[in-house]
């Protein structure tokens, strides 16, 4: 079933645009890859799905609530309980411990400190990297660092999940861990996941995989139109 | 792949049956085809020729082609040579894939170029994700996962090169009919 739906954004900036009437549906549990060159528009598709930029024109619905006009405020506090968002670099907070970064969203959501603590630990064991707890982000590998994020990400179980790029800075074998984990993890609740990559590799992860060209689904990626026309000269 | 040189390998920890050879080539090579008996006995047949394999007794109760063969000196000679032997990269330019979008921009023109490229990069992606699937599978082992990561490297290359040569079969066109 449809949660997340999209219809007809389009974003510019200043005279350039970046979306330009894109139309998309996003199922429950659904992993669905976001591909295509640089400047295609990826990010800003991924910005205007989870609240993060208003699209110019367009609407965005959650649930079959309209989101795209919702205030800031009231767009920021469905980030921090129904979606989540993961970002290339994980963007912790550098003066805070891993467990600590990790029970943030809870925390801001009204969650205990006791409960958000025990939550937290339990999503780093769960990614494999209890021994961050008390770690903080400048004496974590870029892995450490990533997977901690993605247990920020999860540790209010999102009903969606929007990642950039999330293992852009990773070596090969490192991101591919990092994506088998979030994958699986989003699969055990059933959270969607809308991932931004270029990576065919990384896109090969996904249930579906959506190729993006100059701000529109160009639907002949998947070859669904290819034209196999043209006869023998 | 050098299937007399993967059987002295298989042979290198002691002697095997044809049989014995077939199923540990097909256990440690899972992503290869697998291994017909007729191509062991075969392969057998040659390096037993070449003096680099030497029946090692026969199992009379399971019948007459339950020969046994181990390692000759020379059989391991020759697998420690083949072992440090640098392979030439290959530069894959004589590919289907290649050769295909070069007859096709020479007889047709660039829709039928782009249509085989698109359809090939469908065909590459989906066979990309059933790789995926199977190594990321809770029951993965680290065979399975670093013989996945083999063919998934290679198809990773020609979608890169299928993608980039979509953006460029235009003006390659205008050149090959200059």
Known sequence: MTQLHARGLVKSYGPTPALRGLTLDIAEGEIVAVTGPSGCGKSTLLHCLAGILRPDAGEVTWRGHRIDTWSEAARSRLRRTEFGVLFQFGHLVAELTGAENVALPLLLAGTGRRAARTAALNWLDRLGVAELADVRPGEMSGGQQQRCAIARALVTEPRVLFADEPTGALDTVTGEQLLTHLVRLA???????????????????ADREIVMRDGVIDHTGLGLDAPLAGGLR | MSTPHVLLGLLASGTKHGYE????????????????????????????????????????????????????????????????????PIPYVNSTLFAKVVVALLVADTDRARGYLIAQRRAHTERLRELTALKTAPSATVADIVGADYAITHLDADLRWLQTTLERVADWHREVHS
């Open chain 1, 187 to 205: 699969g055990e609740q059933r959270t969607a996941v809308v991932l931004v990559t270029h990576e065919p590799r990384i896109a090969a992860y």
């Open chain 2, 21 to 88: 050879l077939k199923r540990a080539h097909d256990q440690r090579l899972p992503q290869a085809r697998p291994l017909a008996f007729g191509q062991v006995y075969a392969t057998l047949g040659r390096l037993l020729r070449d003096g680099l394999v030497t029946p090692a007794g026969q199992d009379r109760l399971a019948g007459p082609d339950r020969m046994a063969y181990a390692l000759t000196e020379q059989g391991r000679a020759t697998l420690d040579q083949w072992l440090g032997t640098v392979e030439p």
